[in-house]
């Protein structure tokens, strides 16, 4: 107990030195509410499940029905590889006790090993069939396939991989992949992302505004407003059902750095509004900021809108909870934090060292501001080249970090025939009996033409388990259809009706690609792969399987961009127009805005940065920042010349350097947390904005009041 009674003394002689009016009490007494209520009614652990791309309803996802109709669903494979002495007897005896261990795991429905399937080593490597499914291409090691119950993979991967763990020594090396452990992994991530992000916003930005306002009323209000907008944005999502997902696990973090945004402009307009009258501070204040803050709040949420349509789940969910979280935000900050405002008996006029800081920077900024603008176009001119070698296709590597045990065993057992399922469809021209001598000769054909394809590694199909079931004796005695129809049967798994429809018109190949060295996209690899079914005299049905969503994925993530992009910037010149009345100024801020997105863009080109769909939307989120300052500059200037005051752009500039600095050191402290998941993706996501941030906060300052005094007829009113 003695150890927690100065913590406790502390809290009680802190709330004891701020003036409390009841109408600050009534929203504290909010937040418990909304903290009990999230507690007992909210799932707050990530969402990530085999729908992590796309939902069911999405088009690219209508092909894997199509095949589970055609098919039957066969259930989700998890693959473990086993490093050893495969020629060993010690090595058979393990691999017996490895599968025995994952039969006996609930929701395991078989098991395909060594011990499971060929009679022994030497009928594997010979073996058409079990060559291509157990025996890596390096002879180093074998797979296990363990066919799951997708609904239970959340409690199968963590059985699996203490089963991994037990049998690995320093003779046996065992590694697991497929897509429900990628999974599973990803959410783990997310988890503790998601507990660490928010751990560390609420102390850095909690010492930030205090060096920034020397104020604990001030620090006590914005921890209140922004732990409000976080709680009641979880709830609302709730309330509509959408999910935590794979990018808007980390909306709270979003949502507070958002909602600190508005808090730090409202502050230094308050602060300013003091200095010049002593009536009414608090209203002035709210009158000079609530029309750029509902501007930006707008500009951010048609952002975060331009990414509802999309056909990418995570994309959709991702949108919906920015736009939900940007408006909270707004809300929370005009309804709450005026009443802390109200609160303070004196204003603090004492600057730290972080706003004194910023005013050595300006100064440093303005001196050698011609230096720094061409500098600016250097930079752009230098990275432009690079938005034409996006990698927005990148492979599965990516999504996890080099050195991971989940990294290491991907990546060998891509190296040794390949690592992302691929499924093709087939049928003969008029839809034919497959299992005719003729059909068979065909696909054999095919067989050999997909696996000489480079991005192909091992291939499994009908003409494969035929091969294999006529290595049995006496069956060459046995018509090619009466062998399917034992290979159908129960007694050996009902094997061929994974590979060949009860009609006999379709069949299927399962082709497991190569992910390590890839420079073609996947679709493009797919269209190639269709020109050699065509060449076979075959016909393609349907493409799908994790190879085939990826790259469906990666396009949809192209065409949000440039279309989003695109889209975005209109709609900023109209608003932009709206708030300023010149279309020369509407004009001139999104030349100056569209070179952060093109900077950014421009040097994940040059230095091979990844494009994934977590870290795509992070161009959006910068041009929201951007637009945010410009926007407080813009509105500054017509409050300028409504009230006869000065209003050409140096002065602006000097009036709104400290909270444009200010929001962007927020911004940029509140990203770079982003850098410290062990999630790949979400640190490119991070430090895009970091980068962006800064980026734009230079472009608000130096770039776009130099682009406005440009000579531009075409202009309404000014």
């Not at 490597?125 to 074998?142: C, N, V, Y």
């Not at 190949?509 to 060295?517: F, H, P, T």
């Not at 300052?629 to 006869?644: D, V």
């Amino acid at each position: 107990m003695s150890s927690h009674k100065p913590i406790w003394t502390s809290l009680v002689q802190f709330f004891k030195n701020l003036p409390i009016t009841r109408e600050i009490w009534a929203f504290i007494g909010v937040t418990l509410l909304c903290i009990m209520t999230l507690a007992c009614c909210v799932n707050l652990t990530p969402q990530i499940d085999e729908n992590v791309f796309f939902s069911s309803s999405d088009p690219e996802f209508q092909s894997e029905l199509k095949i589970n109709q055609l098919f039957g669903s066969a259930g989700t494979e998890l693959v473990i590889s086993v490093e050893g002495a495969i020629d060993s007897p010690q090595y058979y005896e393990r691999i017996v006790r490895i599968s025995s261990a994952i039969k006996n795991i609930d929701g395991v429905r078989s098991v395909i090993s060594l011990a499971d399937g060929p009679k022994t080593l030497k009928h594997a490597l010979e073996g058409p069939m079990w060559s291509r499914l157990l025996i890596a291409q390096d002879r180093k090691s074998t797979l296990l396939i363990a066919v799951i119950d997708l609904s239970q993979s959340k409690t199968i991967v963590p059985q699996i991989e203490a089963v991994s763990d037990k049998f690995t020594d320093d003779d046996y090396k065992l590694a697991i992949s497929g897509f429900p452990y990628m999974v599973e992994l990803i959410a783990r991530n997310l988890t503790r992302d998601l507990i660490l992000f928010s751990t560390l916003a609420f102390i850095v930005f909690g010492l930030m505004v205090y060096m920034i306002f020397q104020s604990k009323s001030i620090l006590f209000g914005t921890y209140v407003v922004c732990l409000n907008a976080c709680l009641i944005t979880l709830l609302v999502l709730s309330f509509f059902n959408v999910p935590i997902g794979l990018i808007s696990a980390n909306i709270p973090l979003i949502v507070f750095i958002m909602t600190l945004s508005h808090i730090i402009f409202l502050t230094f307009n308050w602060q300013t509004a003091v200095k010049h009258t002593q009536e009414t501070p608090v209203i002035d204040a709210v009158k000079a900021t609530f029309p750029a803050s509902f501007w930006s709040m707008l500009t951010t949420l048609l952002g975060f809108v331009s990414l509802m349509t999309v056909p990418a789940k995570p994309l959709r969910d991702f949108g919906v909870s920015g736009a939900v979280g940007c408006v909270v935000a707004m809300l929370i900050v005009y309804a709450m934090y005026p009443a802390f405002l109200r609160n303070i008996r004196r204003l603090q006029l004492t600057e730290g060292a972080f706003l004194k800081g910023e005013e050595r920077l300006f100064g440093f900024l303005e001196k050698h501001a011609v230096t720094l603008i061409v500098a600016i176009g250097l930079v752009l001119v230098i990275v432009l080249p690079g938005v034409s070698k996006l990698n927005t296709d990148p492979s599965l590597f990516s999504y996890f970090q080099k050195g991971s045990g989940l990294y290491k065993g991907l990546e060998y057992i891509d190296r040794n025939g390949g690592s992302s399922p691929l499924v093709i469809v087939t049928h003969n021209e008029d839809y034919e009996n497959l299992t005719t001598n003729a059909s068979f000769k065909k696909m054999w054909d095919l067989q050999e033409g997909l696996e000489s394809h480079k991005a192909v590694g091992q291939a499994l199909s009908l003409p494969v388990l035929l091969s294999q079931a006529l290595k049995e004796p006496f069956a060459f005695l046995l018509s090619k259809s009466l062998l399917v129809k034992i290979l159908e049967g129960e007694a050996l798994d009902e094997v061929a009706k994974g590979f060949v429809t009860q009609d006999r018109r379709h069949g299927l190949y399962l082709l497991r690609m190569y992910e390590g060295g890839r420079t073609q996209s996947r679709l493009e690899v797919i269209d190639e792969l269709k020109e050699i079914v065509d060449s076979r005299g075959l016909k393609t049905e349907i493409v799908g399987g994790v190879y085939s969503l990826q790259g469906h994925l990666s396009q949809l993530v192209v065409d949000s961009l440039i279309n989003g992009l695109g889209k975005l910037l209109i709609i900023f010149g109209v608003i932009i127009f709206i708030i300023s009345r010149s279309i020369k100024i509407a004009v001139m801020t999104i030349v100056g805005v569209l070179f952060i997105p093109l900077t950014i863009l421009g040097f994940s080109g040059i230095y091979g940065i990844p494009l994934d769909i977590v870290s795509a939307p992070a161009s959006n989120v910068a041009i929201g920042m951007g637009i945010d300052s410009i926007i407080h500059m813009i509105n500054i200037r017509r409050r300028r010349k409504e009230q006869g005051r000065k209003s050409d752009w140096q002065d602006i500039k000097e009036e709104l350097y400290k909270p444009i600095f200010t929001s962007i050191a927020v911004v940029s402290v509140g990203f770079v947390i982003f850098l410290l998941s062990i999630f790949p993706p979400l640190q490119r996501f991070g430090g895009s904005i970091v980068f962006g941030a800064a980026f734009a906060g230079l472009i608000a300052l130096y770039v776009t009041p130099l682009l406005y005094k440009f000579k531009f007829q075409f202009k309404i009113k000014d």
